[in-house]
T-cell receptor, first 109, second 115 residues
Framework: RKEVEQDPGPFNVPEGATVAFNCTYS??????FFWYRQDCRKEPKLLMS???SGNEDGRFTAQLNRASQYISLLIRDSKLSDSATYLC??????????FGTGTSLTVIP | EAGVAQSPRYKIIEKRQSVAFWCNPI?????LYWYQQILGQGPKLLIQ????????DSQLPKDRFSAERLKGVDSTLKIQPAKLEDSAVYLC?????????????FGPGTRLTVL
């Protein structure tokens, strides 16, 4: 079983739509959680950390459910510039970082 | 602020040849990571350094891969000999500290093709 699992998509949504991605992790001892964004043929960049209480950054909302071991990312009012691959990242004790395979999003005009 | 630098950006070699990649992290960053990203997959951690010591190399194929960070700054990753399945993008990242909440900053990567 993979440490971190994501639906690879692709998700094709119209501009202005709301889209949600989920990610599940296998190790209940996981400590930290992140969403990274990766544009085509570019390096990953941190989008946001995910906190237990949930957190919001503009149009982006991240949620953590420790009991069910999943993380979610909600994007509201999608923009063309949101088109990218979104990577779920989980950190275990000892600083081992595990990346999911990524979820591909294309926002259509 | 200068980002993480990597070279070369692209490399094409034949199987059984050797190859080396170089990474210069952001100035002052204590932790350096090497990742392998195969097409269609997420990055996989190969090795993590804190200053010049190895923190985690559990997923590094040590029979053919080696890495060093001798002075706690620059790092090199070597593959010897390369196999077809080593074709991937090799990403270097750095973070300021060693906390598990630290942001990792990635370099542009080295795209390796093994023929």
């Amino acid at each position: 079983r993979k440490e971190v699992e994501q639906d690879p998509g692709p998700f094709n949504v119209p501009e202005g739509a709301t889209v949600a991605f989920n990610c599940t992790y296998s190790n209940s001892a996981s400590q930290s959680f992140f969403w990274y964004r990766q544009d085509c043929r570019k390096e990953p960049k941190l989008l946001m950390s995910v906190y237990s209480s949930g957190n919001e950054d503009g149009r982006f909302t991240a949620q953590l459910n420790r009991a069910s071991q999943y993380i979610s990312l909600l994007i509201r009012d999608s923009k063309l510039s949101d088109s990218a691959t979104y990577l779920c990242v989980v950190n275990y004790i000892g600083n081992q970082f595990y990346f999911g395979t990524g979820t591909s999003l294309t926002v259509i005009p | 602020e200068a980002g993480v630098a990597q070279s070369p950006r692209y490399k094409i070699i034949e199987k059984r040849q050797s190859v080396a990649f170089w990474c210069n992290p952001i100035s002052g960053h204590a932790t350096l990571y090497w990742y392998q990203q195969i097409l269609g997959q997420g990055p996989k951690l190969l090795i993590q350094f804190q200053n010049n010591g190895v923190v985690d190399d559990s997923q590094l194929p040590k029979d053919r891969f080696s890495a060093e960070r001798l002075k706690g700054v620059d790092s090199t990753l070597k593959i010897q000999p390369a196999k077809l399945e080593d074709s991937a993008v090799y990403l270097c990242a750095s973070s300021l500290g060693t906390g598990n909440t630290d942001t990792q900053y990635f370099g542009p990567g080295t795209r390796l093709t093994v023929l």
